[in-house]
């Protein structure tokens, strides 16, 4: 069984930034495959970024150069950092993981752009 708890969330002004944060419980955080995703209102959740038990990252097409993701294996947390955010990238953002057959999903947190 895999626990995943996000922060980090907030409001947000237009161009501005945040940093999301997703503690992994366990001690094998280390080969898990993080994910990012994130659904705005009405809207089908969408896939964010990932970054491998190896540190290789990928990022959706429309976050690239906004958004990246980034992982401290000793600490089991994985990072979002958000820079240049616009009022479209609101949405309850969710950390994931894939491990053993099985999906595992945080509680999500909340990111408004607004002013």
């Known amino acids: 069984q895999v626990q995943l708890v996000e922060s980090g969330g907030g409001l947000v002004q237009p161009g501005g930034s945040l940093r999301l944060s997703c503690v992994a419980s366990?001690?094998?955080?280390?080969?898990?495959?993080m994910n990012w995703f994130r659904q705005a209102p009405g809207k089908q959740r969408e896939w964010v970024a990932t970054i491998t038990s190896g540190g290789s990252t990928n990022s959706a097409d429309s976050m690239k150069g906004r958004f990246t993701i980034s992982r401290d294996n000793a600490k089991n947390t994985v990072y979002l950092q958000m820079n240049s955010l616009k009022p479209e990238d609101t949405a309850v953002y969710y950390c994931n993981t894939y491990w053993m057959n099985k999906d595992y999903w945080g509680q999500g947190t909340q990111v408004t752009v607004s002013s």
């Open positions: 366990g001690s094998i955080f280390k080969f898990y495959t």
